[in-house]
């Protein structure tokens, strides 16, 4: 079985091409997703959530990751934030 995918995209952090495997292209993915996210979203995601018990139903990436990703996350959509404005 032949697989023809193609496994480069054009960063829009950097203007290069990346591998789709890479953890460079994981890192900016991310990012996109949570630029779409609602500002209750992105809570979630960073912070998780509580039931009206106040058990963890959710850890989100504080939880999971450290507070350290939290950073390193917001940092890069902040990045990919400017880019996006400097390239209109």
Do not use: C
């Not at 979630?44 to 507070?67: H, L, Q, S």
């Not at 950073?71 to 934030?81: G, N, S, Y």
Request: hydrophobic share 30%; charged share 40%; proline share 1%.
């Amino acid at each position: 079985m032949t697989y023809s995918r193609d496994t480069e995209a054009i960063s829009e952090l950097t203007g290069q091409t990346v591998s789709t495997w890479s953890e460079e292209w994981r890192i900016e993915t991310e990012a996109r997703t949570v630029l779409k996210m609602s500002k209750q979203e992105r809570d979630v995601f960073f912070n998780g959530r509580k039931d009206e018990n106040g058990r963890t139903v959710d850890r989100g990436v504080i939880g999971i990751r450290g507070p350290k990703a939290v950073e390193e996350i917001k940092a890069t959509v902040e990045r990919l934030h400017e880019a996006r404005s400097r390239s209109k």
